[in-house]
């Protein structure tokens, strides 16, 4: 069945092991987390039941004019031009297939903000203003943030 | 902090931003032979060499 680590209410911590390959962590018989064969790590933390997480694999935090207030798992960004950047991943996603969402801070225009170009190193984010006459305009100086899930 | 510069294909010029977690671990050289595209040439500049106005950011170019 698994390997099991129980926090026992009564008798504090019980060990049950098998040769299945998963591990399962529990408190007082209830498993809480487990990890499987594959590797997934499957937790409740509020969700009802102990399924897969699916992690933050990058993330940045960078104003529009070259700073990046903090990141992980971010080697760079690249000012391409007005309200054009790409997100350079310190360590490679596994393949293109991942999600990017990005936002901007900016509360003073109707924003369109484009992910695109998801390659497994680099994703780029575009951040126009929203022109209601037609057509959009890169927009200068836009905070923005990205978040990689996978 | 540095920069690294290169010209686009198209003419203009991208800024790369080094995240300073990831120079905690590597060079900038190293961060430049892994994100700047291959082929370009690129320089290695101070911070204060990219202009701080941004208002024509869209017109710089590499000279």
């Keep these: ?150 | 902090m540095s920069r690294i510069i290169y010209e686009t294909d198209d003419g203009g010029v991208a800024v790369i931003v080094p995240a300073p977690e990831y120079l905690l671990t590597n060079t900038i050289e190293q961060l430049a032979a892994k994100d700047v595209p291959a082929g370009a040439t690129y320089e290695i500049v101070e911070d204060d060499v990219v202009p701080s106005d941004r208002t024509f950011r869209g017109a710089w170019t590499w000279v």
């Design chain 1, 1 to 150: 069945m698994a390997s099991i680590i129980n926090a026992d209410t009564s008798n504090g911590l019980k060990l049950t092991s098998d040769t299945t390959g998963q591990l399962d962590f529990q408190s007082a018989g209830s498993t809480k987390a487990t990890i499987d064969t594959a590797g997934n790590l499957k937790f409740d933390s509020g969700y009802g039941s102990v399924a897969t997480g699916y992690g933050c694999r990058a993330w940045v935090n960078f104003d529009g004019t070259g700073t990046i207030r903090d990141s992980g798992n971010v080697s760079s960004i690249t000012d391409n031009g007005t309200g054009d950047y790409t997100v350079n991943f310190a360590i490679a996603m596994p393949d293109v297939n991942y999600a990017a969402n990005a936002s901007t801070a900016n509360t003073n225009r109707l924003m369109l903000i484009t992910t695109n170009s998801y390659v497994v190193g680099s994703v780029k984010v575009q951040i126009n203003y929203v022109n209601f006459a037609g057509g959009n305009t890169p927009a200068l100086d836009s905070s923005c943030s990205v978040a990689v899930f996978r």
